[in-house]
């Protein structure tokens, strides 16, 4: 009897060590806070009262996310679709939570995509990927922020300030089916402390797979420029400002 009770209380304290010994060794991971300014002013993820998907600069790099199609992947509820009978990476309507209108007009889409808070017109647009510190993708009426054509949510590239500091970086990456892209920027000061610039530029290139035997032409052609600059003016704690400057030129082939 006394040994089948020692057997017992052995079987009892290993099954109790075993149970406590996880519960003792997990470790809690507490997420890098993200400030975000869905709102026009800097807040947390955690305190915002809107629902918003903030991809940092880093998260785009490591995902290799080219564009807003890309980037649709990782927004629940927000995708694109096209308004006209050909498709092509322009005149494409963002929505949200199928939320949707039927018709062409720009002034009534239920969603729109901005840049440092500028509304952007003609569906989703080319930025340069060096030049983006994130992309807040905003779901909800927007328009008390943003304005018209923000009932279903909005799109807002946040893109770099300009450094105090000499800084540059150029990337090149080449793939299959003749697919090419060189990125690259340069920033610093041009008066110490008070103003700086930053120069942004981005080249893509794909062919299409194939050809169009009507007129030789291969389908599905793109190739991207994108130049893009600003100054960053910052004389004190009171107020700053930013001027940006972007020219953009895409040629497709056909679709």
């Known amino acids: 009897m006394l040994i089948r009770n020692v057997g017992r209380i052995l079987m009892a304290a290993i099954v ?8 003792a060794a ?3 991971d507490v997420p890098e806070e993200i400030v975000v300014t ?18 940092s600069d880093k998260t785009l790099f490591d995902a290799n996310l080219e564009g807003l199609i890309d980037i649709s992947k990782l927004s629940p509820g927000f995708y694109f679709e096209s308004f006209i009978s050909s498709p092509g990476r322009l005149e494409n309507n963002p929505t949200f939570r199928g939320i949707t209108v039927n018709t062409l007009s720009p002034t009534r889409q239920t969603a729109s995509i901005f840049i440092d808070g500028a509304y952007v017109a003609g569906g989703r647009p080319s930025v340069a990927p060096t030049s983006i510190e994130r992309v807040e993708i905003i779901r909800g009426p927007q328009a008390a922020v943003f304005g018209r054509t923000t009932f279903a949510g909005a799109v807002n590239y946040v893109l770099r300030d300009p450094s105090d500091e000499f800084n540059g970086s ?7 089916e003749d697919e090419y892209r060189l990125d690259g920027s340069v ?4 008066i110490s402390d008070v103003l700086s610039g930053r120069l942004d530029a981005f080249v893509s290139k794909k062919d299409g797979q194939y050809v169009s035997l009507a007129d030789g032409a291969r389908l599905g052609d793109e190739e991207t420029y994108d130049l893009s600059g600003s100054l960053y003016f910052n004389p004190g704690e009171i107020w700053k400002s930013k001027l940006s400057l972007a020219y953009t030129k895409l040629d497709d082939g056909p679709p």
Request: proline share 8%; hydrophobic share 50%; no cysteine.
């Open 16 to 23: 109790a060590t075993s149970l406590a010994a996880p519960a």
């Open 26 to 28: 997990q470790v809690v």
């Open 38 to 55: 869905a709102r026009k002013r800097e807040e947390t993820l955690f305190d915002i009262p809107v629902s918003v998907t903030a991809l």
């Open 170 to 176: 150029i990337t090149a990456s080449a793939e299959t």
């Open 187 to 190: 920033e610093g000061p041009i």
